[in-house]
């Protein structure tokens, strides 16, 4: 069986009808699954790289957990900020992983375009950190982990604190220490492991273990400030089996 499949799509912007490839569910286990939630497949196919769908008629693109329809105003907001400048492209075959990165960066331009929600804004941005984690490049994986936390921060504030996301609370304790912000991390996590009202036994585990890691990373730098100390981030899909989508 085949890894990819067509699904037929309707672009909500322009309504012109589109072809594009999904991935089948079956090649979308994951063999190993970061800290925050980034896959990886033994098989060739990526299930990331197919996430973003791309109208070849107007460059429109989006998630399926997109906005569901635009109004006249998004739509004009959007062909002057994007479509007018949008020279006819297929993404709808298969993908390599610049044209998966492409895919993503045109997505996250629609969405401010029209003015995407938050949540789905803090989803493209993760992804687009997850591919450059798979390129290696570091230092742009970080910057976009940035901006995620940014926008997974106004998702707590705008609606996280009444529905006690401890998904969402892990995410943001989880991207800081990979940035680097050590203590705000620790303020995140010790939040689901202190807070009553949550009752999500895998992020409260998983935060447990990320704050033992935060320990144990700064008693090695104290013991020795110019050793190499990277301890695996990587959560055990028995305990964590979740994941993001954008």
């Not at 479509?83 to 993503?104: I, K």
């Not at 409260?204 to 990320?210: C, G, L, M, N, T």
Request: proline share 2%.
């Amino acid at each position: 069986m085949e890894p990819l499949y067509q699904s037929k799509i309707e672009c909500i912007c322009c309504e012109h009808i589109f072809m594009t490839s999904r991935v089948r569910p079956s090649f979308k286990r994951a063999a190993s699954v970061d800290s925050d939630f980034c896959g990886y497949y033994k098989s060739e196919v990526n299930p990331d790289y197919y996430v973003v769908r791309v109208c070849p008629n107007c460059g429109y693109a989006t998630t399926e957990n997109g906005i569901e329809r635009l109004n006249d105003q998004q739509k004009k907001q959007y062909n002057e900020k994007i479509g007018v400048r949008w020279q006819n492209h297929d993404y709808c075959g298969e993908r390599d992983a610049s044209q998966a990165m492409a895919t993503y960066k045109l997505a996250l331009l629609s969405a401010q375009a029209v003015g995407e929600k938050d949540r789905i804004l803090a989803g493209i941005l993760h992804h687009i950190a997850w591919l450059y984690r798979y390129e290696g490049n570091q230092s742009d994986e970080k910057r976009f982990l940035r901006f995620a936390l940014q926008a997974y921060i106004r998702v707590y504030e705008a609606e996280g604190i009444a529905l006690n996301n401890a998904k969402l609370m892990f995410l943001i304790g989880e991207l800081n220490r990979r940035i680097g912000e050590v203590n705000d991390a620790v303020r995140w996590f010790s939040r689901v492991v202190n807070d009553k009202k949550i009752v999500d036994g895998a992020m409260i585990r998983a935060s447990r273990e990320q704050w033992q890691l935060i320990r144990e990373e700064m008693e090695a730098r104290s013991k020795n400030p110019s050793g190499d100390h990277s301890p695996s981030d990587h959560l055990s899909l028995s305990e964590h089996a979740v994941s993001t989508s954008a």
